[in-house]
């Protein structure tokens, strides 16, 4: 009976009107105490929101008698009941009982109250439904307060204006009140459903129409798709409005000429100059027609709420999977609604209903359109005109950024579509369609400056989505006449804050040769760099070390910029940089990789060439000279060698240069007995030099081999004395970064740095700030971070999205973000996540309790296959799964 009562409250069944009578014969006899009394109150609810207020007087004294019965057969006292108490409550304001309403809310307080406090005293979140209970009975003493108002300003209306007290004024601020306070409630179907609920007896279907078209939203994202539908139908049949009625555009003669046809065969590329005015001009007999549905409507203020819950009626259709008849109905609403626009009284603030329904026909033009195909020139058509409608709408006041960001995106579509075309047939320099793509950029340029500097915080995820197709405007069709003039007259209108969210984009392209693009890119950096130096520095380190000449020239120039204005935040931004990778990546660890990586190369691919490539810069930076302990020792440990097979290695070039050949690239690994029968006495003589250089170079390497296990801590002042001397820097501690400009300062860098023993054996280092408060970083060596950077870049653009969709933000749904600073191609910094763990601790710590062997697969594989190196890549593969299948844990 309860599901019956409930389906009849959300539409499903009709409650019967003998359901009270057949309670007494059958089903309180079957039923427990418990489940009689929830069937009670739902049967009390449902009545109570159909309207049958003496159904509703039926069930709750039900409610009262039920509890007062079963509590003084034990006590011989009444026991007060909450939902019995409530709805005597609801039922006494119906009939104007103003007294016996606020005793029944009293005592529904009162019923409440040991409930409320033991649940708040275990969690806001248990507490909550108690919370709105509170809140709805409050209401009730509100709508008691009102309607007494309400009745003395009626008895009142022989009095003196001036003595006369305002009833409208009082609702209007009634309605206020209740609109904030629904504002901070939870965005929950059963929430908003209670309180409108109490609220419609004092409130009309014209009040409180956002908070409708909330609930009827709400109700269908938890799949009350009856309930979401009759919320929003229920007003307009109060309302006495027909969904075929002409003030919704349906039985419109066409002799009336509504809307604007556009012929198909016209060039998208006017409608997008605006050579073609996609506006209607209303004639008198539009002006007649258009007082006439005012009229129907009941005035134009009604037509517009009418209107609304209409727009919202057919958004529910669409989501339901009726999209035919929504696509009509909307196309007609459309037309009607931008009648009532144009004729109607200008203090009613139509436009951007207007907006979203041109906007919503576009997009629903475009969802029509299979995934992956491209659209036709008709279907382009119509989603253009649709589009240019909405921002011709806003052109006054510019604030919309959705019209803006959707007019964009299609004309940035389109130009790609057809620069995809051109390809296809051939054609990569766009010379068949010039005029076309040149105006679809244009626009796309034009519109994405528009939504980036109306955008706001709710929009902060498609506004990044906007940056990014603003730079690939520029990247891809800069040099195209006009784009880069276009962009450089709107940069005026961004703030330049917002280019902070893509740097890595724009520091990415500073290389780039085109003349039209490097005059938007360069100023702008300079802009940036002059503003927010802090932000720059850094990266602009990491592009002076690039091995790419032009990247290199062209962060030189932007550094000097900086140098203008920051001279001494830039030299110890450079200084900090260099020693940080000194002491990422030690001389005993960069001869360990470099080393391997020459072996590799000469033994494994006969790459003499690519060899000397990795050997020879290290043996340039060892004939420097050592700046620190660590590299003084280094240089006593194995110098000598190494400055032996330096020599071995130069005879060797200068035995194959002198020869007249040229160093191989392939094939040039040749063993000892070989080096004989290599074809002249000078391949010989070099080839021995190139082995006796690899003995020399074997000998190091098995002895660093040795020493690098036992590499667990280091001291700055050993490896790096700049950084041990810093103090007080302008710097910023990675990651502190903030739009407003403000940041926490280096102070000094804590001595002691601890050695992870993982492969690449990252160092764990601690910045102490100007705050007073030590902060830890991840040194890397030996990986590229800037991929990194992109990654933290993309969780921040998925944590925006999470956070704007409503079905998402409520369970506190995020990706956990860390600083990460790139200091060259193969070195950076990490933000310290506390209180986790890695992985691998995670399998050591199980696997030491459940007494297995940390490395029980890599003994499996020994066992399976001895030489292992040896084999192809799918036979390792082979293995390894094998031996994932015979181990545990």
Request: hydrophobic letters at 40%.
């Amino acid at each position: 009976l309860a599901g019956r009562s409930w389906g009849a409250l959300s539409g499903d069944h009709p409650i019967e009107s003998n359901s009270a009578s057949s309670w007494h014969s059958g089903t309180r006899q079957k039923s427990s105490a418990t489940n009689y009394k929830q069937a009670l109150k739902f049967c009390a609810q449902s009545a109570w929101r159909l309207g049958k207020w003496d159904e509703l007087e039926t069930y709750s004294s039900q409610l009262v008698q039920g509890k007062q019965m079963s509590s003084s057969k034990a006590t011989n006292l009444p026991k007060l009941d909450y939902d019995g108490a409530f709805y005597r409550s609801v039922l006494h304001i119906h009939r104007a009982e103003w007294e016996e309403a606020a005793k029944s809310i009293d005592s529904a307080r009162k019923a409440m109250d040991s409930r409320f406090t033991a649940l708040l005293a275990e969690s806001y979140k248990r507490a909550y439904p108690s919370m709105v209970a509170a809140q709805e009975l409050s209401e009730l003493e509100e709508i008691i307060s009102f309607r007494q108002f309400e009745m003395r300003t009626n008895s009142g209306m022989r009095l003196h204006a001036a003595n006369r007290p305002d009833a409208t004024q009082a609702r209007q601020h009634l309605i206020n009140v209740w609109q904030q306070r629904l504002d901070g409630c939870r965005l929950d179907a059963e929430v908003h459903s209670s309180i409108l609920a109490v609220r419609s007896l004092v409130l009309g279907p014209t009040d409180e129409v956002d908070a409708t078209i909330t609930l009827s939203s709400l109700s269908r994202q938890a799949e009350s798709f009856q309930l979401a539908e009759r919320t929003l139908l229920d007003p307009l049949a109060r309302m006495k409005c027909s969904l075929n009625s002409p003030i919704f555009g349906v039985g419109i003669p066409a002799s009336m000429g509504l809307g604007l046809a556009v012929n198909p065969g016209e060039p998208m590329e006017r409608i997008v100059n605006g050579d073609i005015s996609v506006q209607m001009s209303y004639s008198p007999h539009h002006q007649q027609f258009s007082k006439d549905i005012f009229i129907e409507a009941g005035g134009e203020e009604r037509l517009f709420i009418q209107h609304k819950l209409y727009f919202a009626y057919i958004k529910h259709l669409w989501a339901t999977d009726r999209r035919d008849e929504a696509m009509t109905r909307l196309g007609l609403l459309c037309k009607v609604v931008d009648l009532a626009t144009d004729c109607g009284q200008k203090t009613i603030q139509r436009e951007a209903l207007r907006v979203s329904c041109w906007l919503r026909y576009g997009d629903w033009k475009i969802a029509l359109c299979p995934m992956g195909e491209q659209l036709s020139d008709s279907l382009a058509t119509d989603v253009l005109v649709s589009y240019k409608r909405a921002t011709d709408s806003v052109t006054a006041s510019g604030s919309s950024y959705r019209a803006w960001h959707s007019w964009a995106l299609i004309n940035f579509r389109l130009a790609e579509q057809i620069r995809s075309n051109e390809k296809e047939k051939g054609s990569s320099d766009m010379s068949k369609s010039p005029t076309v793509i040149r105006s679809h950029v244009i626009a796309a340029v034009k519109a994405f400056i528009h939504s980036i500097s109306v955008g706001t915080k709710r929009w902060s995820a498609s506004v990044q989505q906007d940056m990014l197709n603003l730079l690939s405007c520029l990247f891809k069709y800069g040099e195209l006449q006009g784009v880069a003039s276009t962009i450089n007259d709107g940069l005026g209108s961004i703030k330049i804050e917002a280019w902070l969210g893509v740097l890595p984009q724009l520091l990415a392209r500073i290389h780039i040769k085109s003349p039209a693009v490097r005059s938007v890119l360069h100023p702008l950096l300079v802009r940036l760099g002059a503003k927010h130096p802090q932000t720059v520095m850094i990266p602009l380190s990491v592009l002076l070390k690039s091995p790419v000449v032009d990247r290199k020239v062209a962060a030189e120039s932007l550094m000097n910029s900086l140098k203008a204005h920051s001279n001494a935040m830039v030299e110890e931004a450079l200084m900090v940089s260099s020693e940080l990778i000194r002491v990422a990546i030690l001389w005993l660890e960069l001869w360990h990789e470099g080393l391997e990586d020459a072996s590799r190369l000469y033994y494994g691919e006969g790459n003499v060439s690519g060899m000397l490539d990795v050997l020879i810069p290290l043996h340039t930076q060892l004939e420097k000279g050592a700046n620190t302990r660590r590299e003084q020792d280094f240089l006593k440990l194995f110098g000598r060698d190494l400055f032996d097979a330096h020599n071995h290695i130069k005879d060797y070039v200068r035995l194959i240069t002198d020869s007249g050949q040229t160093i191989p690239t392939q094939g040039g690994f040749m063993s000892p007995n070989q080096a004989g029968r290599s074809g002249s006495p000078a391949n010989a003589e070099a080839e021995a030099a190139l082995n006796q250089a690899w003995d020399l170079y074997y000998t190091v390497f098995r002895r660093i081999n040795k020493q690098l296990p036992g590499l667990t801590t280091l001291e700055l002042n050993h490896c790096s004395p700049a950084l041990y001397n810093a103090r007080n820097l302008e710097l910023g501690v990675p990651g502190s970064y903030r739009v407003d400009g403000s940041y926490i300062k280096i102070q000094s860098f804590i001595t002691d740095v601890q050695v992870i023993t993982s492969k690449q054996r990252p160092r764990k280092i601690t910045i102490r700030g100007n705050d007073g408060k030590d902060y830890v970083f991840l040194l890397k060596g030996h990986e590229d971070l800037r991929q990194d950077e992109r990654v933290m870049q993309l969780f921040g653009l998925v944590n925006a999205l999470l956070a704007r969709d409503r079905r998402t933000n409520k369970h506190d749904l995020n990706i956990q973000r860390y600083a990460i600073a790139p200091l060259s191609h193969n070195a950076g910094v990490v933000g310290w996540v506390p209180h986790c763990d890695t992985l691998h601790c995670l399998i050591r710590d199980y696997r030491e309790n459940m007494k297995i062997p940390l490395n029980a697969e890599n003994r499996e594989m020994m066992a399976l296959a001895p030489n292992y190196d040896s084999l192809t890549a799918m036979q390792k593969v082979e293995i390894f799964t094998e031996a994932l299948e015979r181990t545990k844990g």
